[in-house]
């Protein structure tokens, strides 16, 4: 689950992490009061929304100006009428796509006198099992451009979580980032501050870009994109709080609701599957035969009808699925209740799109009996190969 930069940097003090003074502004009524309460002399306007490059993106209304969701101002009223313009508006950047996201608050923050701009994360290496901080000396808006044509420019240090941080892991941070004296002994406190963090909230990923060094020669936090493991969220309603639902797939949240795993993608093939693994092994066959999948969708292997219902409602309801493939091997899942949650969610929402079902497994004929005696035109196939190859046919026929 992803989060604000405001509400990152709300995180980020409570662990006693130096940011600048800044406020959300949620209504464009309550922009210029937000300003007037900061004390200046720059105030920058920070459009918030789930995604990076905001600095460099573009809003789709010409009435939001041409100069990107990051804004420097000279005065309150200017703050103001910068947040007035952004609110609403639809931002398009590299991590977007095209369609941009819209603009629901913003936030203003004091300016700060930047002497130099710095990369620092804190995230899972995923390789070596271990937690890892990432720093360069190149931060900015153009990080990703330095990964790709400069890697050596880009550090990592690994914690083994055995003897989890220790102080020498931030004096390594400090030299890789070239800091002495004062900013270097509060780059070690803003490790250790930023991994104790990470660890008492499940994070993913914890990245300041850029981490400036200001004038004074002390550190602050500019910018701050954080994520959290899904999966315990449970155990911090805190962090829960903090969900923005109007960034996420609405198909993805009605799917949390029903205790199902479901990622949107970009294909036309919508899949329904039981079981991770099969769940992969479908959309790569959707490749192998020419087409894109839909989504990833695993009903998991304890599916009641109800939640075969809601699985078929989600796939519908994506206008860009062209067929349905439904790919079941009953091992716990039983087949015939798969063929009686699609039968009824077929009647209950109708098919507008080729429906090819495999099944195998445990009560396999009674599903293929189900399937057969419902009347509904669907195509059946009696193994993953058969079953993707008539998929794709039926789409490029349709």
């Not at 991994?195 to 060094?213: C, M, S, T, W």
Request: aromatic share 6%; proline share 3%; hydrophobic share 40%.
């Amino acid at each position: 689950m992803n989060i604000h930069e405001y509400q990152a940097k709300e995180l980020l003090r409570q662990f006693g992490i130096p940011v600048a003074s800044g406020r959300p502004v949620l209504r464009a009524e309550d922009a210029k009061k937000t300003a007037n309460e900061m004390s200046g002399p720059v105030w920058v306007v920070k459009a918030q929304i789930h995604a990076g490059g905001r600095g460099k993106g573009r809003f789709k209304e010409t009435d939001a100006g041409s100069k990107g969701g990051v804004r420097v101002t000279r005065s309150a009223s200017e703050a103001a009428e910068e947040a007035r313009r952004m609110l609403g508006c639809t931002l398009v950047t590299h991590q977007t796509g095209a369609d941009g996201k819209k603009v629901s608050r913003v936030f203003i923050e004091e300016g700060a006198d930047i002497k130099r701009e710095l990369y620092f994360a804190l995230l899972l290496d995923r390789q070596t099992s271990q937690l890892s901080f990432v720093c360069s000396t190149e931060g900015g808006m153009d990080i990703e451009e330095v990964a790709r044509t400069d890697p050596d420019k880009i550090h990592s240090i690994l914690i083994d979580p055995a003897t989890g941080f220790q102080p020498y892991h931030g004096r390594r941070v400090a030299f890789a980032l070239e800091l002495d004296g004062v900013s270097s002994r509060q780059c070690v406190e803003l490790a250790s501050a930023l991994y104790r963090l990470f660890q008492e909230k499940d994070a993913e990923l914890i990245e300041i870009n850029p981490l400036i060094v200001t004038e004074g020669g002390s550190l602050q936090c500019l910018d701050c994109k954080m994520s959290f493991d899904s999966n315990a969220l449970y155990r911090h309603p805190d962090i829960m709080g903090l969900r923005d639902d109007s960034e996420e797939d609405p198909k993805e949240l009605a799917a949390a609701k029903y205790d199902l795993s479901y990622i949107a993608l970009n294909g036309n093939i919508g899949c329904m599957v039981n079981g991770a693994g099969l769940a992969m092994a479908t959309m790569d066959i959707i490749k192998h035969y020419g087409a894109d999948p839909a989504n990833f969708l695993d009903v998991g292997g304890g599916a009641t009808k109800e939640k075969v219902v809601e699985a078929f409602k989600i796939i519908t309801s994506d206008s860009n699925v062209e067929g349905i493939l439904v790919n079941i091997f009953g091992g716990i899942m039983r087949c015939d209740i798969i063929a009686e949650g699609v039968v009824e969610a077929v009647r209950e929402v109708g098919l507008n799109v080729p429906l090819v079902v495999r099944l195998e497994g445990t009560n396999v004929e009674q599903g293929k009996k189900i399937i057969n005696d419902s009347g509904l035109n669907v195509i059946a196939a009696s193994h993953l190969g058969e079953a993707a190859e008539k998929m794709v046919a039926s789409v490029n026929h349709a």
